[in-house]
């Protein structure tokens, strides 16, 4: 995981350079960032293949997500999936559930389960993994990935900060509050009660609650598409570099 304090720490934006200071050189070091002309940039040039390798990855899931089209029908059934017939309660402690047991079997067997997202689908009950329509496994599991999902929209993340510090702390930030936002509406679809910590449920067992949720969803998904259009876009620039610019160094 990414720690408070790599989140915390600030790096400048693609093309962005930074005044020639002691204090930025003992921040800003090499490889990531070079010295020249009195501006300190990062610099391209030092990422070895295996970082290059990585980085190529990460643009190649935020590509393929981008280009399916979105799915906003599951209604974030893979949280009831999860606990179906009692299967690992992992948040009882602190919430139990809002609904008995079996109405909670109940909706998950009354819906169409769709979940396209390899890492919530892994948590199913194991009785509830044949209820899913999409096929899923862990060598396809990015080819499987969707625009809609916010799963996959939380995970612009999980992209940003895995591409640091070539990408900037502005799109890691935007990533990290766009991933919180999804989370809450994430856990208030959940058959658990949250009432306790702030958070009302989205009741998708309701008509009116699937409505809610699809909304929100959809206007989350609009978001996380300008975002990850800025990533791929950012990472291109990193994995084929241009002449440095003459940007103004950040004082």
């Known amino acids: 995981m990414y720690s408070a304090a790599k989140l915390e720490a600030w790096h400048p934006n693609t093309g962005e350079a930074i005044a020639d200071s002691p204090e930025a050189r003992e921040r800003f070091t090499a490889p990531a960032y070079r ?59 602190i919430a139990p559930l809002r609904l008995p047991q079996k109405e909670v079997d109940a909706f998950v067997e009354s819906r169409p389960v769709a979940c396209s997202h390899f890492d919530a689908f892994r948590f199913f009950a194991p009785e509830a993994k044949p209820l899913n329509r999409i096929d899923l496994e862990w060598k396809t599991r990015h080819e499987m990935e ?52 702030g958070f009302e449920p989205v009741r998708v067992e309701t008509p009116e609650g699937r409505s ?25 620039s990193v994995l084929s570099p241009s002449v440095p610019s003459e940007t103004p160094a950040l004082q």
């Open 35 to 93: 010295t020249d002309d009195g501006a300190i940039r990062r610099d391209p040039s030092a990422l070895t293949e295996v970082q290059m390798e990585a980085l190529r990855e990460n643009l190649h899931v935020l590509e393929a997500t981008q280009e399916k089209p979105p799915n906003f029908g599951c209604f974030g059934v893979h949280e009831w999936a999860m606990v179906y017939r009692g299967h690992d309660i992992r948040h009882a402690e």
């Open 146 to 197: 969707q625009p809609g999902c916010i799963h996959a929209n939380m995970d612009l993340y999980r992209w940003a900060y895995a591409s640091m510090p070539w990408i900037g702390s502005d799109l890691l930030w935007d990533s990290f509050e766009l991933a919180t936002e999804l989370r809450v509406l994430d856990m208030q679809a959940t058959p658990y009660d949250l009432s306790s910590l």
């Open 212 to 236: 809610e949720y699809q909304s929100r969803q959809r206007a989350l998904a609009a978001r996380a598409e300008a975002l990850r259009s800025r990533l791929i876009a950012t990472l291109e």
